[in-house]
T-cell receptor, first 116, second 109 residues
């Protein structure tokens, strides 16, 4: 079974709709992250959470919100989707240990979102 | 200026070639330097990492960091078709990874 799962894997929606992407992990990690990936732009951090009560904005948080429901669950919402939010979205987790391999982030399989 | 700049490619090489993938960064506080590999339609996976300046070798892969010039490199020896993927450099800072744009590599049989 996958350690980091994302649902849905693919989603097509219309401009103005509210969308929620969900992420669950069984790795027991405290830290969770949401990224979007666009061609030529690499992975850009949207939000991150170092524990259940800690939520932080990343590089490109405008138009997005998150909820950390439990240690294992971290959801990303687009309150009113727009076409330039069409992208590949990844959830990732890492351990609290921040040194060496503790910096390693484990990624989910991604959600391909298309906003028409 | 982006914190991390990576040669975007794409890069196409014949099987057996030596491949050099490069990044530059601007934040001198970075201490750990990660390389992730991403196959098509998959999430990125950690390939290897280095701490501070120097080289680290893992099989056919060598990661190199020169902190004085803020330059990061990944070398692949005897490249194989199975190495075809996107490679992302990612220095770390404040518990976060700062990703480069990624270089798409294709190794032709």
């Amino acid at each position: 079974d996958a350690d980091v799962t994302q649902t849905p894997r693919n989603r097509i929606t219309k401009t103005g709709k509210r969308i929620m992407l969900e992420c669950s992990q069984t790795k027991g990690h405290d830290r969770m992250y949401w990224y979007r990936q666009d061609p030529g732009l690499g992975l850009r951090l949207i939000y991150y959470s170092f524990d259940v009560k800690d939520i932080n904005k990343g590089e490109i948080s405008d138009g997005y919100s998150v909820s950390r429901q439990a240690q294992a669950k971290f959801s990303l919402s687009l309150e009113s989707a727009i076409p330039n939010q069409t992208a590949l979205y990844f959830c990732a987790t890492s351990a609290s240990l921040g040194q060496g391999a503790g910096n390693e982030q484990f990624f989910g399989p991604g959600t391909r979102l298309t906003v028409l | 200026q982006k914190e991390v700049e990576q040669d975007p490619g794409p890069l196409s090489v014949p099987e057996g070639a030596i491949v050099s993938l490069n990044c530059t960064y601007s934040n001198s506080a970075f201490q750990y330097f990660m390389w992730y590999r991403q196959y098509s339609r998959k999430g990125p996976e950690l390939l290897m990492y280095t701490y501070s300046s120097g080289n680290k070798e893992d099989g056919r892969f060598t990661a190199q960091v020169d902190k004085s010039s803020k330059y990061i490199s990944l070398f692949i020896r005897d490249s194989q078709p199975s190495d075809s993927a996107t490679y992302l450099c990612a220095p770390t800072g404040g518990g976060k990874l700062i990703f480069g744009q990624g270089t798409e590599l294709s190794v032709k049989p």
